[in-house]
């Protein structure tokens, strides 16, 4: 199932419809260490195709180098939204007890 998720970046609304697929793709990329690449990936193939331009001139520079901050930033919204409605999770304490 695909989340919508809105985030303002300056002045700009850009829409992202992420879903589980996109998500887990761009964890198992970050497990090599590397997250920048991946992180712009992710935005890159869930933002809305008619602002893909718009928002690869703000988080990219004149080389087309992602800008590092403000892609973990934007990342980290998408992480809080996209995971927002999993449960808890918790270890239970195991007894301590003796005979």
Same mark, same amino acid.
């Given at each position: 199932?695909?989340?919508?998720?809105?985030?303002?970046?300056?002045? !700009?609304?850009?829409?992202?419809? &992420? $879903? #589980?697929?996109?998500? /887990?793709?761009?964890?198992?990329?970050?497990?090599?260490?590397?997250?920048?690449?991946?992180?712009?990936?992710?935005?890159?193939?869930?933002?809305?195709?008619?602002?893909? !331009?718009?928002?690869?001139?703000? &988080? $990219? #520079?004149?080389?087309? /180098?992602?800008?590092?901050?403000?892609?973990?930033?934007?990342?980290?919204?998408?992480?809080?939204?996209?995971?927002?409605?999993?449960?808890?999770?918790?270890?239970?304490?195991?007894?301590?007890?003796?005979t």
């Amino acid at each position: 199932m695909a989340q919508v998720i809105l985030i303002t970046v300056g002045a !700009a609304a850009f829409e992202f419809t &992420v $879903t #589980d697929k996109d998500y /887990n793709k761009f964890v198992d990329s970050i497990s090599g260490g590397k997250s920048v690449l991946p992180a712009y990936n992710l935005l890159s193939a869930t933002v809305k195709n008619e602002q893909h !331009a718009k928002l690869k001139g703000l &988080v $990219t #520079d004149g080389e087309n /180098n992602p800008k590092a901050s403000l892609v973990m930033e934007i990342v980290q919204i998408i992480t809080e939204e996209f995971t927002s409605d999993l449960p808890a999770v918790v270890k239970t304490p195991t007894s301590s007890a003796t005979t």
